[in-house]
């Protein structure tokens, strides 16, 4: 059984999952087959290869289609591997605190705490029934769509009262952790807030207090767009900007330009479209500027929105996602400092990806 375990002199948890071990990779199999776009036989995640999966949690389809069959666009799945263990037993969050309080846990996890049965929810999203890698190759709708799914999830996961921290998340290409090539993103939920995103909340709430309660990234992006050097693109609502302290090389990161804690722009069509269609260009500039590991570029997509804790205040957060290239691995300096070493200064990677002609059309 997945279990969570501490390290109780830094705090820092960790997840023990033999399960993920049997995880299969699909690369090799699927390579030299059909064009982009076309149904693969072995794979899990075409359209008319339901029976491959576990049964859908939720799914956006066309109308009169049936759960686990065809006329789906983005389809929520368990993993088959889960990193996380089946709460089934555990039917609510105060049952939760209860059960972590009786294995000598707390939430959040605390200096003494040693180890729990790692409670959670791994889900699979598939993006698109289409066959396609990378989100530049999806259409507009398409990434629209897997938006759209993004937010339900969460909105789910947080109303049911057992989560307090859900990660969203996206590996595309071999370098970046992906084991099955066609687009995916995938969400694990917890019961408590990791140590290092508890820090970041920490200290933006430090900031509020000190500046007369103003957001911490309100102002920073006001900065950024007045300074405009690391700025890629800047759209009515949404900003994508290469961050000062990049830990990767063409780091990027797009924000709503007005505050919102969480996803409340992807219940407005025009906004959500806006925002789509700017994370689309944004992968395509990648692409055409980051040096290609065997002519594909890998990346993580990372979500970060406000956990479901009040400690600090509820809408101290400013939601963001980040775009990760998987240029280098983290290596030994990495490892043994948390410093990473970026041999692009994120201003020349910006003014780079500013220089792209988008060509590309829907
Ligand atoms: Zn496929
Ligand atoms: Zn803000």
């Given at each position: 059984?997945?279990?969570?375990?501490?390290?109780?002199?830094?705090?820092?948890?960790?997840?023990?999952?033999?399960?993920?071990?049997?995880?299969?990779?699909?690369?090799?199999?699927?390579?030299?087959?059909?064009?982009?776009?076309?149904?693969?036989?072995?794979?899990?995640?075409?359209?008319?290869?339901?029976?491959?999966?576990?049964g859908?949690?939720?799914?956006?389809?066309?109308?009169?289609?049936?759960?686990?069959?065809?006329?789906?666009?983005?389809?929520?799945i368990?993993?088959?591997?889960?990193?996380?263990?089946?709460?089934?037993?555990?039917?609510?969050?105060?049952?939760?605190?209860?059960?972590?309080?009786?294995?000598?846990?707390?939430?959040?996890?605390?200096?003494?705490?040693?180890?729990?049965?790692?409670?959670?929810?791994?889900e699979?999203?598939?993006?698109?029934?289409?066959?396609?890698?990378?989100?530049?190759?999806?259409?507009?709708?398409?990434?629209?769509n897997?938006?759209?799914?993004y937010?339900?999830?969460?909105?789910?996961?947080?109303?049911?009262?057992?989560?307090?921290?859900?990660?969203?998340?996206?590996?595309?290409?071999?370098?970046?952790?992906?084991?099955?090539?066609?687009?995916?993103?995938?969400?694990?939920?917890?019961p408590?807030?990791?140590?290092?995103?508890?820090?970041?909340?920490?200290?933006?709430?430090e900031?509020?207090?000190?500046k007369?309660?103003?957001c911490?990234?309100?102002?920073?992006?006001?900065?950024?767009?007045?300074?405009?050097?690391?700025?890629v693109?800047?759209?009515?609502?949404?900003?994508?900007?290469?961050?000062?302290?990049?830990r990767?090389?063409?780091?990027?990161?797009?924000?709503?330009k007005?505050?919102?804690?969480?996803?409340?722009?992807?219940?407005?069509?025009?906004?959500?479209?806006e925002?789509?269609?700017?994370?689309?260009r944004?992968?395509?500039?990648?692409?055409?500027?980051?040096?290609?590991?065997?002519?594909?570029?890998?990346?993580?997509?990372v979500?970060?929105?406000?956990?479901?804790?009040?400690?600090?205040?509820?809408?101290?957060?400013?939601?963001?996602?980040?775009?990760?290239?998987?240029?280098a691995?983290?290596?030994?300096?990495?490892?043994?400092?948390?410093l990473?070493?970026?041999?692009?200064?994120?201003?020349?990677?910006?003014?780079?990806?500013?220089?792209?002609?988008?060509?590309?059309?829907?």
């Amino acid at each position: 059984m997945p279990e969570y375990r501490q390290n109780p002199l830094t705090g820092q948890a960790v997840i023990v999952s033999a399960e993920r071990s049997a995880r299969p990779h699909h690369f090799d199999i699927d390579a030299g087959d059909s064009g982009i776009g076309e149904k693969k036989l072995g794979c899990p995640f075409c359209e008319g290869n339901e029976h491959l999966t576990p049964g859908e949690i939720a799914a956006i389809r066309e109308s009169g289609t049936i759960a686990d069959q065809a006329g789906w666009r983005v389809r929520v799945i368990p993993n088959k591997y889960p990193a996380v263990c089946d709460y089934s037993e555990i039917p609510t969050f105060l049952e939760f605190h209860q059960y972590f309080n009786s294995c000598g846990l707390s939430i959040p996890l605390k200096l003494s705490d040693r180890s729990a049965p790692a409670f959670g929810e791994h889900e699979v999203l598939v993006d698109t029934p289409r066959h396609v890698v990378s989100v530049s190759e999806m259409t507009s709708e398409e990434t629209v769509n897997m938006f759209r799914m993004y937010r339900m999830r969460l909105l789910s996961l947080y109303s049911c009262g057992r989560w307090v921290y859900v990660q969203i998340f996206k590996n595309v290409g071999v370098a970046a952790g992906a084991s099955i090539p066609h687009s995916h993103s995938q969400l694990i939920a917890i019961p408590f807030v990791p140590l290092s995103n508890l820090e970041e909340i920490r200290r933006a709430a430090e900031f509020r207090d000190r500046k007369g309660g103003e957001c911490y990234w309100c102002n920073l992006l006001r900065n950024e767009i007045k300074n405009t050097s690391r700025v890629v693109e800047e759209t009515d609502s949404f900003v994508a900007i290469c961050p000062f302290a990049s830990r990767f090389a063409s780091e990027v990161e797009i924000y709503p330009k007005h505050h919102e804690a969480f996803l409340d722009s992807f219940d407005d069509e025009v906004k959500l479209r806006e925002f789509s269609d700017l994370v689309r260009r944004t992968v395509y500039r990648l692409e055409r500027v980051v040096f290609w590991i065997k002519g594909k570029l890998a990346y993580n997509f990372v979500f970060h929105v406000e956990p479901f804790v009040h400690d600090f205040g509820s809408d101290l957060f400013h939601w963001r996602l980040s775009i990760l290239p998987s240029l280098a691995r983290a290596a030994g300096f990495e490892w043994g400092t948390g410093l990473h070493i970026n041999p692009i200064p994120p201003e020349t990677a910006a003014e780079k990806l500013r220089e792209q002609v988008i060509d590309k059309t829907d």
